[in-house]
């Protein structure tokens, strides 16, 4: 690949300009404000100015500070794993699955254990879908089966094997200390050990997630923020196992 380094860009090309947003367990003051400064001093940041900071309370404050870095990246040299699936419309995709499969594909769609935050899920599942793309309840082609929220994982598998599910699409919201993982991972070694992974297509989403991880931890396909109902009903259509 041709090298293309690129720095962070502020005021002028390359210049390495940065605007960092972090909370440190100091007060709000002066001495507060040099312990900021310091900390990105350490890190190897050059011209850093504490431009905001907000009591937290109970000795927290927010940062939001400018400071420049002589780092840069190849952009030439990266390499990321992501979907390769074609996205086509909500009209091509039902015409596609209705020519290949002649007949609708039953998605069950959760977020699983303790997840109780539904946005992403529903941008995907639900008929209104989200920012003017319908979800996979207003295609023809699909089945669509919106569990909702903080259901577990064997309940989800239960579901998908009584209903002769074709895909199940998995969403987490909730990533600290990385619970995200350990439900995945829960959820794989479940289907593995019910003797279904390899006859269900697994797709999972996520702000935390996307396709490199989601192979990793053995899904067929990971989908991360900024992601519509066609994407993944486009990849459903052309990767199907049934």
Do not use: W
């Not at 935390?208 to 053995?218: K, V, Y």
């Amino acid at each position: 690949m041709d090298r293309q380094v690129i720095k962070p860009y502020g005021d002028t090309q390359n210049d390495g300009k940065m605007q960092l947003s972090f909370v440190l367990p100091v007060s709000a003051d002066e001495r507060g404000k040099e312990a900021a400064k310091q900390l990105l001093l350490k890190m190897g940041m050059y011209d850093v100015d504490v431009c905001y900071i907000n009591d937290l309370a109970e000795g927290f404050t927010h940062f939001i500070v400018f400071a420049s870095t002589k780092a840069s990246v190849d952009l030439g040299s990266i390499d990321v794993k992501v979907v390769q699936t074609p996205v086509m419309s909500m009209e091509e995709i039902d015409e596609y699955i209705d020519e290949r499969y002649g007949r609708k594909l039953t998605v069950i769609g959760a977020c699983i254990e303790l997840d109780a935050h539904t946005v992403g899920i529903d941008a995907i599942m639900n008929m209104k879908g989200y920012n003017h793309r319908y979800g996979l309840e207003r295609y023809n082609g699909f089945k669509a089966m919106n569990l909702g929220a903080q259901v577990n994982s064997e309940e989800l598998l239960s579901k998908a094997i009584d209903n002769n599910a074709d895909v199940v699409l998995v969403s987490q919201v909730v990533t600290q200390k990385n619970i995200h993982i350990k439900n995945l991972t829960k959820l794989i070694e479940l289907a593995e050990a019910e003797g279904i992974r390899d006859k269900i297509l697994f797709i999972c989403g996520g702000p935390r997630l996307n396709n490199e991880l989601a192979i990793e931890l053995g899904y067929d396909a990971g989908f991360g923020s900024g992601t519509y109902a066609s994407d993944v009903a486009s990849f459903i259509a052309h990767n199907c196992k049934k």
